[in-house]
């Protein structure tokens, strides 16, 4: 195989065909189902983005209204399930949780084993329903809180709101939250997305795809980066120590989380741009500095690595000052992008082609076998 064919970490390699999501760098647009994804999160609902997302138009009035009844039915969750994270370590963090709930759920599901079209479109319907209130569950049992029951009169984002902090949101909570929430629905092949459709590819259930993907978006490279960038500007605690510390990160030769894109290489993602303005409306609101905080970190890695933040950067302080617990930040991409693995599951299904690439070969050849006692 000649060295040409290798991209190391698939940099630029057409690795699907897909028509949900492309990341258009020319025009600077996330484009959704052909919609770009920033106006739909400020312009509508998650149910109607989710809608979208997995069938591929906007639902009509009656198709809004009958699929946003069906995840208000399906939110709640099996007792098992709730046993399960009551067994598990109080330790644990809650995307481990989430994982071993999305099991569990499997066994449930009496679709688990039908991969037709139809049948992968009523699943993701239950998961994302269902992964909400996992997600509230996977922090409120181990924290003592128990198991909190999803209000079937609320909209999704706001209900999730409801399970993980114990209130319903003010109506600027309720924007922000919805709006943020909805920017993570989808984003084409990133790495969690990617790992969905290579084991999805086996003809395995959507369950065991989608807890494939949870266990990649943990990594601090991915899904994790939101959690460590607002733990990084609640220490940074006030503009004037963000050159310092952000100094004693790069001469370590680490990362600054939230900074960097494999594919925004030069320029922001297009996400970051408005959760920014969203940051700086709630920290006006909330008498907080972080939008200060997040500016001068901001001027000073463009400074001295010429990079530019994502949408982790912003929506990490963005959460906290929510009053979200931040363990749960990464968890709650997860019960939004849950959407977007469904959808490239069911697509991947639909017309599938087992992932099966090569390996570039650098270890030896021709070794002579020796038994084990004549080894050294
Ligand atoms: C997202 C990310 C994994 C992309 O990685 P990548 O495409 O492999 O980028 P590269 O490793 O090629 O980075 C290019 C250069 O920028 C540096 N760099 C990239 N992101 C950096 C960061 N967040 N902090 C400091 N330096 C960074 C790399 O060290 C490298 O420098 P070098 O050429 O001197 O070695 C990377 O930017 C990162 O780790 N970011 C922090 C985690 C994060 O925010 N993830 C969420 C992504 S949405």
Not at 81 to 89: A, H, Y
Request: proline residues 5%; glycine residues 4%.
């Amino acid at each position: 195989m000649s060295s040409q064919q290798y991209s190391p970490g698939l940099e630029n390699v057409i690795a699907a065909t897909s028509s949900i999501c492309t990341l258009d760098l020319e025009r600077h647009v996330i484009v959704l189902r052909g919609y770009n994804l920033v106006e739909l999160a400020t312009k509508t609902t998650y149910e109607d983005v989710a809608y979208l997302t997995l069938y591929g138009h906007l639902p009509n009035r009656r198709e809004y209204m009958e699929f946003t009844s069906r995840l208000r039915e399906y939110r709640d969750i099996p007792k098992e399930v709730v046993e399960i994270l009551e067994k598990m370590s109080r330790d644990s963090h809650p995307l481990l949780m989430m994982k071993a709930a999305v099991a569990t759920l499997a066994a449930y599901d009496p679709e688990l084993e039908d991969n037709s079209l139809e049948a992968n479109f009523r699943k993701a319907e239950r998961i994302i329903a269902k992964l909400a209130t996992v997600t509230a569950a996977a922090y409120n049992i181990p924290n003592g809180r128990g198991y909190i029951r999803p209000k079937n009169d609320l909209p999704h984002t706001s209900n999730l709101f409801y399970m993980i902090t114990g209130r319903e949101p003010n109506d600027l909570e309720a924007r922000i939250f919805e709006q943020s929430f909805t920017m993570y629905i989808e984003h084409e092949l990133a790495v969690s997305t990617f790992a969905a459709r290579v084991v999805a590819s086996s003809m395995t259930d959507m369950y065991g795809a989608v807890i494939s993907a949870l266990a990649a978006l943990k990594g601090p490279l991915h899904g994790r980066a939101n959690e460590m960038a607002a733990k990084m500007i609640i220490e940074i605690s006030s503009p004037e120590n963000a050159e310092k510390y952000i100094q004693r990160i790069l001469d370590r030769r680490e990362r600054v989380m939230g900074f960097g894109h494999r594919v925004y290489r030069r320029g922001i993602d297009p996400r970051a741009e408005k959760c920014r303005e969203m940051l700086k409306e709630l920290s006006d609101a909330k008498g907080s500095n972080y939008y200060e905080i997040v500016e001068r970190v901001v001027e000073i890695m463009q400074a001295k690595k010429n990079l530019y933040p994502n949408v982790d950067f912003y929506i990490g302080p963005l959460y906290h000052l929510l009053g979200i617990p931040i363990e749960l930040y990464t968890p709650i991409f997860a019960a939004s992008r849950i959407a977007g693995w469904t959808a490239h599951i069911a697509e991947q299904q639909a017309n599938n082609r087992l992932f099966r690439p090569r390996a570039r070969y650098e270890g030896p050849r021709d070794l002579k076998f020796i038994p084990l006692d004549e080894r050294e």
